[in-house]
Each structure stands twice: as C-alpha cells, then as structure tokens.
C-alpha cells in the first residue's frame, strides 16, 4: 500500500511539475492564466475534504468543467476554432489532476481504514453513531420523563496538543486521520472503564455524546474531570459542555444543543474542583468493548 502511494505522489508531483512548466517546454502553447488557478483551487478542495470529494468526484468534474467554460467565455479566451486545440489541453489537464488526486486520495482512506482496524483489534469496538443508537438515548429520555428522573446529557469534544511532525500535506492529513481515529477509540475506552453501563456512548462526526442516566449535572462534570489527568498524559484536551433533564431540555435536540453550547475545558487535573472520585461502577465492562451499552429493557 506505502509503495502505492509512494509511486502516485511521484506520478502527481511529476504531472504538476509539467503542467507548471508547460509554456516554458512548448512556447506554441498558451494556456489561459486562470486555469493555473483554477486547478490550484480544486487541488485544495481535494486536500481539504477527501470523503466529499471522492464521493462526489463526477459532480466535481461536472462543476469544474462548468466553470471553466464559463470563464473561458467571459474572460473572452476563443473556446472552439482557433483555440480548439488549447481548449484540450487544459481539459485535459482538469480531467488528469482530478482524476490523479482521486487515486491518490483513495490509497489515502483505505489506509486510514486499515489503521482503524488495527485500532479496534488493539482497543476494543469503536464508539456507536448517533444517528443509529438514537433510539436507545430516546428511551431513556421518555423513562426519565415519565417517572420524574433526573438525566444528563454530556457533549466531549477533543483538541490535541501533542507535537507536530514537518511533514507534506497529504501525509499529515494520514497522520491526522490514524491520530484521531486511535485516540477517539483510546478515550472510549476510558469512559467505558470508569461510567455505569447504562450509560450511552454514542459519536457525532468527531465528537461524542454521552447520556447518563439518573445522573445529575454537577456530578457527570466531576466525573469526566476525574479522567482529566489521564487525557491530558495523551496529548489531548477535553472540553465538554453538559444539559440536564428537565432543567436545560426537555427532548433530545434541545439537549444536545444546550450541552454545545455550554461547552468549556475541564479543569485541570491539580485544580481542587477535580479531587472528586469518579462515581463506582457495578462492575467492569470487557476489555474488548469500547461503547457502554444500556442493560436491555422493554421500551416505554
């Protein structure tokens, strides 16, 4: 797979270097001055979000063709006759950029995907979607409605302050890809080993969403402080905004965009207010679970 990339980067850099230098190499050719621009900007869109462009890679080419034509006739370069032949090369040149950083970009995320099984077999399961585990937090949330419970909502987002390696674009967006994916699954774990197991662990994009139930505000703060020194040995700072039933939301939207919006570092592990002990646990998960999953129950 590296010897993959290795080969298509080369084959990249080599394919710039000559569209760069095209009318130095050939004077006969003259390609419009905002085509080199044009091609820059959708090498940064490439760069910039990899899954939305492979995903969307015909639509890409779709609009960049579209827009090159537009401008081609607005900035009154001739398009057909005389520029006929000019007008292939730099759609030539569009169609092999993108279709070069698309093999590229695909090498890319089947490596990330690679190392996200590595990081499973080595931590356990990584977190479940929101989007596929509403349910579980939504009956939750009607069983706290109904018998007047108390429940907290708790958003966690990460920023990492570990050192950075001077590296090329397209590998540190590998780089970035394997870290977040390993720490994610990492800090998983450590809430799955220190919170009850009716507690839900659910991930939104790069953050996570916790619901703790029968749990108050105050005391899901001090629990997730106490992990604080342990995060922060990783490199990585939490910050976490929290929402409680019914005082802060009574569904769970509004619950989740309470806790966004409440959302401040942790305090640091040596500050008084985190010399709280972690609430106990009944017992503890198996290693190789990473999400808690509720005890199962007849839904209301």
């Known amino acids: 797979m590296m010897i993959k990339l290795r080969l298509l980067l080369v084959l990249l850099l080599c394919w710039l270097f000559l569209f760069y230098n095209m009318e130095r190499i050939q004077e006969v050719i003259n390609i419009a001055s905002f085509v080199y621009l044009l091609i820059l900007v959708l090498m940064v869109f490439m760069l910039g979000a990899p899954r939305i462009f492979v995903r969307f890679t015909p639509a890409t080419l779709v609009v960049s063709l579209g827009l090159y034509a537009f401008l081609k006739v607005v900035l009154q370069y001739p398009l057909l006759g005389v520029g006929l032949p000019i007008t292939i090369i730099e759609v030539a040149s569009i169609l092999v950029t993108v279709l070069t950083f698309r093999l590229v970009t695909l090498v890319i995320l089947d490596f990330e995907e690679t190392i996200a099984e590595i990081t499973i077999n080595l931590l356990g399961l990584p977190p479940r979607l929101l989007q596929d585990d509403m349910e579980e937090i939504y009956r939750e949330l009607r069983r706290a409605r109904r018998y007047q419970l108390p429940m907290s909502l708790a958003v966690v987002k990460t920023e990492y302050k570990g050192s950075e390696v001077g590296l090329n674009q397209v590998v540190e967006e590998i780089q970035r890809g394997m870290r977040g994916r390993y720490l994610q699954a990492k800090l998983v774990r450590l809430l799955a080993d ?50 409680s039933f019914p005082g802060e ?32 646990k009944p017992r503890p998960l198996a290693v190789e679970t990473a999400a808690v999953i509720s005890e199962p129950e007849v839904a209301i």
């Open 194 to 243: 220190h919170l009850h197991e009716s507690d839900v662990i659910v991930c939104r994009n790069d953050d996570l969403v916790i619901a703790l139930p029968h749990q108050e505000a105050a005391a899901t703060r001090r629990a997730l402080e106490g992990l604080n020194q342990k995060t922060r040995e990783w490199g990585l700072n939490l910050q976490v905004g929290i929402a």
């Open 249 to 280: 939301g009574a569904t769970l939207k509004g619950l989740v965009e309470a806790a966004e919006q409440g959302v401040r570092p942790l305090a640091r592990p040596d500050s008084p207010e985190s010399a709280v002990p972690l609430r106990p």
